[in-house]
């Protein structure tokens, strides 16, 4: 019964049964005709679904295309929307960034205007002064610390005619940027016409003249403008116009008014002023009040240690110099330029160097970072330095050949840097010993203080101690003690200058009351040790001699002074064994001293090694020596002995 069920379902599922009935009974030919017609009925309804399936795959097609078009679409829209913000951001960042100076055209009257004289070449006038001056403009100052700094991006600007991009960065610049805008105006005045040039909230500024006199009046409306803009670069520029009078009460209204960040420089400039006026000595309170009001700028700190050192206060130049050289390792290197901070470290060091002997680095020094740095080394009254440094390792060929270089050329101090070099001419005559051309020297600086007064400070300390002491040297001491009394007090080379004239007149206990003060105010300066020592080394206390000369190597540890002293003092002991050490020792620290390879060859010639002496004797002849030395060395030649005791 279950298996009957089972069939009857599985015919019924597959065929239609009527159709099978009338088969199986011989049914008539109507029943086969139903039966195809019912085959071709399920045909068709085959190929039907087929080309249902067709189209329905078709359409997915090409709804899949017009998803992809539209998500295309899409895209292109949305990079075309990020272009845009990207560069409304860049226009915004830019404008954020912006700075420079703006030159906006000016009005101008329309008869003005129909001779040729528009609103644009007003203002094309107005820039092409400014860019002259700024170039004319000589400082040291970095131009990121100097507010509303133009740098090159000085421009006139072009008005656009509707709304534009060139409309919205302008509106941009205008509201987000830091720009300087100077707008204006040319109006008819009872003296002819009168120009008005004005900058934002720095204020404004009119000339008047004669329309015939256009050129200087545009000048006078340049200065005018870099004054509001640019108060401490433009009193710069009219200092080295010897404009001095013009420049001083734009520095002083910078250092008492001024922005916080301009105070400093207002009293630089201000110091820059009353050397001018008043000499090294008047500027330094200055100074002092700038680095009150901006203790991290270098400059200050480093002009301080410039005239300490020009005053001969060499361990206050020192100490000042060291403070200095931590404001230039600074980020910012203090607030100068980074191109000229190579320079500024290598002037340092070279004060310091120089002041505590190591005249060979110093001038080493000096001569390689001058001569890689044009700017500064044009500028700067270098010469005199670097013949002063090679005058002190006894180099006195390469100290005058120092004095034809052109550094300094275009110094922006010419009577300073006149006076450095007239400083050094003298140093290097008091090494040759030759006292005729220091005194004549020393003559010739009182001529030049009597014209400009305000150089004595920078003077005082450098010649006069130097030419009194040639006199001394040339029998006049009435002329000696009477240009010495003149010198300054708190002078090194002017208490050391006293205690030499008064030894030479044989007054011995004064000259040691004068150089023990002199080691009292500067206790880590090698330089009265080693004369001290000097001196006794003539009076024949070779012991006291020997004991200053030790502290003096021990202050100045490259000073050859002392060391070559030494030795000479261990030839007296008859220990030229011992001398010879000294005299190697100094020859790292002058190796062009004629006078030290002559008292080596001494040493070598008494310790018996007679070749090696006659090489250090044909270096002497080589180099500098006085005429007392050369006659020492004649001496040693004809004779064929050395000229020891």
């Known amino acids: ?6 069939d009857s379902a599985n015919i019924s599922a597959g065929v239609d049964p009527v159709a099978i009935h009338a088969s199986l009974s011989g049914a008539s030919e109507e029943a086969r005709v139903y039966l195809r017609e019912q085959a071709e009925l399920a045909r068709l309804q085959k190929q039907n679904l087929l080309e249902q399936n067709r189209f329905e795959l078709s359409h997915l097609r090409f709804r899949r295309l017009a998803d992809w078009g539209k998500a295309a679409l899409e895209i292109g829209v949305g990079l075309i929307l990020l272009l845009i913000v990207v560069a409304l951001g860049a226009m915004i960042w830019s404008a954020y960034d912006s700075g420079g100076l703006v030159i906006e055209p000016f009005s101008v009257p329309p008869d003005l205007t129909a001779r040729g004289l528009n609103s644009q070449t007003v203002a094309a006038k107005l820039l092409d002064r400014l860019l002259q001056m700024q170039a004319e403009t000589t400082s040291q100052r970095a131009p990121q610390s100097v507010q509303n700094y133009w740098g090159q991006d000085i421009k006139v600007m ?3 005619t509707g709304i534009s991009l060139g ?3 302008r509106f941009l610049n205008l509201r987000l940027g830091h720009a300087t805008y100077v707008s204006g105006e040319i109006v008819r005045a009872a003296a002819g016409i009168a120009i008005t040039a004005r900058s934002g909230t720095d204020g404004s500024a009119t000339v008047s003249g004669n329309e015939s ?7 006078r409306v340049a200065e005018q403008v870099y004054r509001l803009t640019q108060p401490y670069l433009y009193g710069a520029w009219l200092q080295a116009r010897n404009r001095t009078g013009e420049a001083l009460p734009i520095f002083v ?5 001024g922005p916080a960040q301009e105070r400093g420089w207002g009293y630089l400039g201000w110091s820059n002023c009353v050397e001018e006026t008043a000499g090294e000595e008047a500027r330094l309170p200055m100074l002092q009040r700038g680095v009150a009001a901006d203790p991290h700028l270098f400059i200050l700190r480093q002009n301080i240690a410039l005239s300490e050192d020009a005053l001969s206060r060499p361990q206050a130049a020192n100490e000042d110099g060291a403070k200095a050289l ?12 980074d191109t000229v901070a190579p320079f500024s470290r290598a002037r340092m060091l070279s004060v310091i160097d120089s002041n505590t002997g190591d005249f060979h680095t110093a001038a080493a020094r000096l001569v390689k970072d001058y001569s890689e740095n044009h700017f500064a080394a044009s500028i700067f009254s270098v010469r005199g330095v670097v013949a002063r440094a090679f005058a002190g390792e006894h180099d006195l060929r390469n100290a005058r050949a120092a004095m034809a270089m052109h550094y300094g050329e275009n110094a922006i ?6 006076m450095d070099d007239l400083a050094a001419a003298v140093v290097i005559a008091a090494q040759a010993e030759d006292w005729r051309a220091v005194s004549a020297l020393g003559a010739k600086t009182r001529a030049i203080l009597a014209k400009q007064p305000a150089l004595h400070g920078l003077a005082a300390a450098r010649i006069p101690p130097l030419a009194a002491y040639a006199q001394a040297k040339l029998g006049d001491l009435k002329d000696a003690n009477a240009l010495i009394a003149k010198s300054p007090d708190h002078c090194d080379l002017c208490l050391r200058a006293r205690a030499e004239i008064a030894e030479l007149q044989g007054e011995h206990a004064r000259a040691d009351w004068w150089f023990a003060r002199a080691v009292a105010e500067n206790p880590s300066i090698p330089f009265a040790y080693a004369d001290w020592g000097e001196m006794l080394l003539r009076e024949g206390d070779l012991d006291g001699a020997i004991a200053k000369f030790t502290i003096a190597t021990q202050k100045g540890l490259h000073f050859a002074d002392p060391l070559e002293m030494w030795g000479e003092a261990l030839i007296a002991k008859n220990r030229s064994d011992l001398a010879l050490a000294k005299f190697e020792e100094a020859n790292k620290y002058a190796p062009n001293w004629g006078r030290l390879h002559l008292k080596w060859g001494e040493a070598l010639w008494w310790s018996g090694n007679r070749d090696e002496a006659k090489k250090q004797f044909a270096l002497a002849r080589m180099l500098d020596l006085a005429a007392h030395e050369k006659s020492e060395l004649a001496k040693v030649e004809t004779k064929g002995r050395g000229a020891g005791p």
Do not use: C, F, W
């Open 1 to 6: 019964m279950a298996d009957d069920l089972g």
């Open 158 to 160: 072009i008005p656009d």
């Open 167 to 169: 409309e919205l960065d």
């Open 213 to 219: 006199n256009l050129d200087p009046l545009m000048q």
């Open 253 to 257: 209204a910078l250092a008492t008014k």
């Open 326 to 337: 931590v404001l230039l390792a600074a980020p910012g290197h203090g607030g100068i330029r």
């Open 413 to 418: 101090n010419l009577s300073v840097r006149d």
